[in-house]
């Protein structure tokens, strides 16, 4: 093919938007996507399938393609989505069982091999460690059961299941990112070592793979999007050379701007050279233009050879876990917090029975308030433990004890429940030339798919054109004590997108412009970063700079430890870290404002 392919997303996670399928179809794409998978999503299939061993898949996309199945077949527009899970096999047959109800004949493809759970105490016993990479530590310290443990496969086997002629490609644990490059590559016929084509995929994999957070989605900067109607999902336009215009159907709500794909980029990502298995793309090369409107070019992307490795996302049973949530009104919170606390701990028979008791008050209270509901703060009490039971309605039961006889105004948030598993994730690697990724052709065949094991480590200079320019903040070049301040919002000079890696988080902040880049580059170190995040404070942070995009990308190792199912962290994913780190004061340059 000569033209660019347009590659369609129409889920950014399990639960996203059904409607999302069809509303796709309503103008021209060649490939519809979608990704239904997260750590957690792994852990929630592990549940689903532990009571129904047919399950272990998202079951949402077969309703979508209930809907979407015969248009696409009419169209020939194919279907590679990842929400095979732990059990590709299973959804495949079920959409050809599907495809045979609808009165249709859908060739359907799946891929497996990145299940390693089977064979993890082999692989231990033959010297494979796993060492945790955010901690260092080898599994065996963990000392915990390993329920799913999932290598991230690459995009080679979803362009054989459509070089083979397959309609539908059901995928499990493969990278985001792979939805987008193995069907670009099928479409324009790469080879292997097309490592700048690769890496311009990936980062328009990387763009769509969360829908609606690419066309206005979760944007700092509300006020740009004079459209407020749902977003429309994104579409990548790639061309042969692995540019991309990242676009949206006509007519369609959000926005899609260099500003709302820029903070797209910076979603959960870490060092700017961006790992996959087919290869790494280099962020920091990305360049990007308005190319009219809702239309954002994404070219000079520059990729090198991957990794010999892979990454594998482990979940492990950590316990059971409970939380009750106390509402206080009015004067002496703090006071009524303490009381609380000595209370419930005395029903309880003390803290140290328990593997964790975290107390956490939550002040949204204002004086002198007008309302009710602006008087209130929440007392949030998270209690963990191996046994169920010591945490399960033991503790909740004990909450209510105090409903008459603790502090005054005393209410909960929500009635006693009872206790729920929670899962620690691990994330590690593993030799690639270990895991064999298999394609279950639609004829009954099968297919291995090797990765880049022992590839020649080829150089590559990276061209990312000219970096931003460093202008001075203010008039001269004098440094920045010369020049007046004022104490505003860093989010009146940049945007901010942040979320979950594992036990860590990641912030990434773009600027207004080039000159609000400079300063921002020279302001916010790591350790002012610590400053105003206060609960970073005593806790590892790598800083990345991104001048093609005036960004700067921070991760915070372990925020979130152990990880999002297991963390007594209110904001599980660091969603709003983000934000919040824009709405704190800093000393700014007048001139910047």
Known sequence: MTRPVRIA??????????????????????????????????????????????????????????????????????????AGGLNPEGLAAKVTELSGKLGLNARVAYITGDDLAPVIGDLQAAGHEFTNTDTGLPLAKADLPVVTANAYLGGWGITAALEAGADVVICPRVTDASLVTGPAAWWHGWRRDDWDALAGA????????????????????????????????????????????????????????????????????????????????????????????????LTGTRGSPPPDTLKVALN????????????????????????????????????????????????????????????????????????????????????MELALAGYAGFHTTSPPTAASAFGVYWPTLVPAALVTQTVHLPDGRTQVVRHHENLPRTAVRLQAGPAAAAEPPGPGAGPLGEVPLREVPLGRLCGARSGDKGGDANVGLWATSPRAYAWLREYLTADRLRGLLTEAADLPVDRYELPNLLALNFVIHGLLAPGVSATTRPDAQAKGLGEYLRSRLVSVPVDLL
Not at 25 to 52: C, H, N, Q, S
Not at 389 to 396: I, L
Request: hydrophobic share 40%; charged share 20%; with cysteine.
């Open 9 to 82: 997303n129409c889920s950014g996670f399990y639960g996203d938007r059904l409607a999302a399928a069809r509303e796709m179809l309503a103008g021209p794409i060649d490939v519809l996507t979608g990704d239904y998978l997260a750590e957690l999503t792994m852990l929630i299939l592990w549940k689903a399938r532990r009571k129904d061993p047919g399950l272990g898949y998202a079951s949402t996309f077969l309703r979508q393609m209930e809907d979407v199945l015969g248009t696409c077949l009419e169209r020939g527009v194919k279907v590679v989505a990842n």
């Open 202 to 297: 990936v980062a328009a994999g990387h763009v769509i793979e969360c829908g609606p957070q690419a066309t206005g989605g979760n944007y700092s900067f509300l006020a740009e999007i004079t459209d407020r109607r749902y977003p429309g999902f994104p579409i990548a336009e790639v061309a042969a050379d692995g540019s991309s215009v990242i676009t949206k159907h006509d007519g369609t709500g959000g926005l899609v701007s260099a500003g709302t794909v820029t903070a797209q980029l910076l979603y959960e990502i870490g060092d700017p050279a961006y790992l996959n298995p087919d290869v790494v793309a280099h962020f920091d090369t990305i360049r990007l233009e308005q190319a009219g409107p809702d239309r954002v070019a």
């Open 316 to 399: 492990m049973l950590g316990g059971y876990r409970n939380t009750t949530t106390m509402v206080l009104v009015g004067l002496d919170i703090e006071q009524k917090a303490e009381h609380a606390v000595i209370l419930l701990t005395g029903l309880l028979g003390g803290t140290e029975q328990f593997d964790e008791f975290d107390v956490r008050l939550l002040r949204f209270d204002h004086p002198n308030a007008p309302t009710n509901e602006q008087a209130t703060a929440h007392l949030r009490v998270t209690v963990k433990d191996q046994d169920e039971r010591k945490v399960g309605r033991a503790f909740s039961n004990a909450a």
